[in-house]
């Protein structure tokens, strides 16, 4: 299905092994940054060029879901999604670690182009379908992460209440849920495939 994409919400920390994996502390409020619209590209088996040059490019697989209607107060998850797909939060991770040091925002490593693809959307009649099945990436034949919404630290519909009572949310927004454990580098040449359960939903090669 179509989804006209307007703002990019990313979570960041939300899987307790991925923050230790990376030294980072477990958040006890959702963290969100955004990606420009200009980010999202369509996985669709094609050649994904990605920035050289600047260090380590890590992959970030997580579950996407897009928003239907505008948020009203009160309103739930399954009232306000109607989509959800894969995708992959690339990170500069040099660039990113160089930011934190700093203390400045992280746009340069999150926000490039082509930062954000994402497989084609998928109708969510409720959030009960996302806890049917894992999400997985496999790098050259290779597992190398597996997530699901169970084991989030914040849930989808905190995640949608907490962005849009402190940002705002409307139909065409899009919100990139975190990555599990097994984020790591990429290099050209490199083939990737996402697959919710065993349905292959997207691919794509490193130029």
């Known amino acids: 299905m179509n989804v006209e994409i307007r703002n990019v919400y990313c979570v960041g920390r939300n899987y307790k092994l991925h923050a230790e994996e990376l030294g980072n502390d477990v958040p006890t409020e959702p963290m969100i940054f955004l990606k420009p619209s200009h980010a999202v590209v369509p996985l669709d088996g094609?050649?994904?060029?990605?920035?050289?040059?600047?260090?380590?490019?890590?992959?970030?697989?997580?579950?996407?879901?897009?928003?239907?209607?505008?948020?009203?107060?009160?309103?739930?998850?399954d009232a306000c999604l109607n989509a959800f797909a894969l995708g992959i939060d690339f990170t500069l991770r040099d660039v990113q670690s160089m930011l934190k040091k700093k203390g400045h925002p992280w746009t340069?490593?999150?926000?490039?182009?082509?930062?954000?693809?994402?497989?084609?959307?998928?109708?969510?009649?409720?959030?009960?379908?996302l806890g049917q099945q894992d999400f997985s990436l496999f790098k050259n034949g290779q597992e190398v992460q597996r997530g699901h919404v169970k084991d989030m630290i914040f849930s989808i519909q905190h995640i949608v209440e907490y962005i849009a009572t402190q940002y705002g949310l409307?139909?065409?927004?899009?919100?990139?849920?975190?990555?599990?454990?097994?984020?790591?580098?990429?290099?050209?040449g490199d083939h990737f495939e996402l697959y919710w359960g065993s349905d292959r939903q997207g691919s794509f090669t490193i130029g």
């Open 46 to 77: 094609a050649t994904l060029e990605l920035p050289q040059g600047k260090g380590d490019i890590h992959f970030e697989t997580e579950l996407v879901v897009a928003v239907g209607r505008n948020y009203e107060p009160g309103m739930t998850a």
């Open 108 to 129: 340069a490593a999150k926000g490039f182009k082509s930062s954000a693809p994402v497989t084609p959307f998928l109708p969510l009649e409720s959030l009960n379908i």
């Open 170 to 188: 409307g139909e065409g927004d899009i919100i990139f849920t975190g990555t599990p454990a097994g984020v790591g580098p990429t290099a050209s």
